[in-house]
């Protein structure tokens, strides 16, 4: 123990990364021991694929100021073509928002993202695919569960006023994002003293306070939050020890897709960040990542199959 506090963070993780690198190996994916039993919507139901493959989550932004793809897929009609091509290619969870979140994303109100995200939950229900609501806000977790939704992912950690007692009602998956500071303002100059550290204690506290408020334990994911009041060394480093999060025994979600650190180390605008994407994709896979969030589900399925033949081969060795 003396010796370890004597180590730099970088150091100490390495340092405990040569402990944690035992873990046992659960389908094609590195699972820490602790996962006894996964809840269905985190599991890999596709019987062409092994059971724990990691998922693939679809964003659907219904917002006509979306920085990437909202603009473009603003009807119900188009919204809906769109999911359906993601289903053919082999979607699990399609993530549906009708808030951005980015920096310079304007304020929407309560009712106008219900309207925007409860038609398109309601025809997308009728595709038999898991659907996600990406919102903080509890009337819309509501209204969207209402009308078919099976999974909240909220960039706030349910921390807004009723957002948690409304996850308990609801009973459903929940995703705990973090995020340092709020989406206005939230990437000028994030500090952390150690953002591994920071990061884990804050997502165990939410972790704690959902189960303590009566959320089954297998119902939560957790997700460190890409861009979210980080620097391009913090996402860095998150990603270079997501094991840290795995470790914590939740289903770690994980969205790179698109975001403008891939932009920062490219120098591409955000319409030329594939390749970088599907890069960070196959990290996060092989590192334990359970869901993929991603603009580009086709090509992130392939990546898929690659990592998946991969460690098909990899675990017949091993046996
Ligand atoms: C994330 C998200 C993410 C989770 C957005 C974008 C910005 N939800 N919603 N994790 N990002 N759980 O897609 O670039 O990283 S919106």
């Not at 493959?53 to 100021?65: E, F, H, S, Y």
């Not at 929940?174 to 003293?193: D, E, F, I, S």
Request: neutral net charge; hydrophobic residues 40%; glycine residues 8%.
């Amino acid at each position: 123990m003396g010796t370890y506090y004597c180590l730099g963070s970088v150091e100490r993780y390495l340092f405990e990364m040569s402990f944690t690198s035992n873990r046992c190996r659960i389908g094609s994916n590195f699972l820490p021991c602790k996962v006894s039993k996964l809840h269905p919507l985190y599991q890999n139901l596709d019987k062409s694929s092994p059971a724990n493959a990691p998922l693939i989550m679809g964003i659907l932004n219904i917002t006509p100021d979306s920085f990437h793809d909202g603009s473009h897929y603003n009807t119900l009609e188009l919204a809906v073509s769109r999911a359906q091509a993601m289903i053919e290619a082999g979607v699990d969870i399609i993530d549906v928002g009708g808030e951005s979140t980015w920096p310079g994303a304007a304020n929407v109100s309560e009712t106008e993202e219900i309207e925007r995200i409860v038609p398109i939950i309601k025809k997308l229900q009728q595709f038999g695919v898991n659907i996600s609501i990406d919102t903080s806000k509890p009337a819309v977790m509501r209204a969207a569960v209402g009308a078919g939704a099976n999974m909240i992912n909220d960039v706030r950690a349910l921390q807004l006023e009723g957002a948690l007692q409304t996850a308990v009602d609801l009973k459903v998956p929940v995703c705990l994002m973090h995020m340092q500071g709020k989406p206005r303002g939230m990437q000028n100059a994030p500090q952390y003293q150690d953002v591994i550290e920071e990061v884990l204690a804050f997502l165990q506290r939410r972790v704690r306070v959902c189960e303590e408020a009566g959320i089954d334990r297998q119902l939560l994911s957790i997700d460190p939050g890409f861009g979210f009041g980080k620097t391009l060394k913090h996402n860095l480093i998150m990603l270079t020890y997501l094991e840290k999060f795995v470790d914590l025994g939740l289903p770690v979600l994980v969205g790179l897709s698109r975001k403008s650190m891939l932009g920062e180390m490219t120098t591409k605008p955000v319409n030329q960040r594939l390749a970088s994407s599907l890069t960070v994709a196959l990290v996060a896979m092989q590192k334990g990542a359970r869901i993929i969030r991603v603009h580009d589900v086709d090509e992130t399925c392939d990546v898929r199959r690659v990592y998946v033949a991969l460690e098909k081969l990899n675990r017949e060795h091993k046996t």
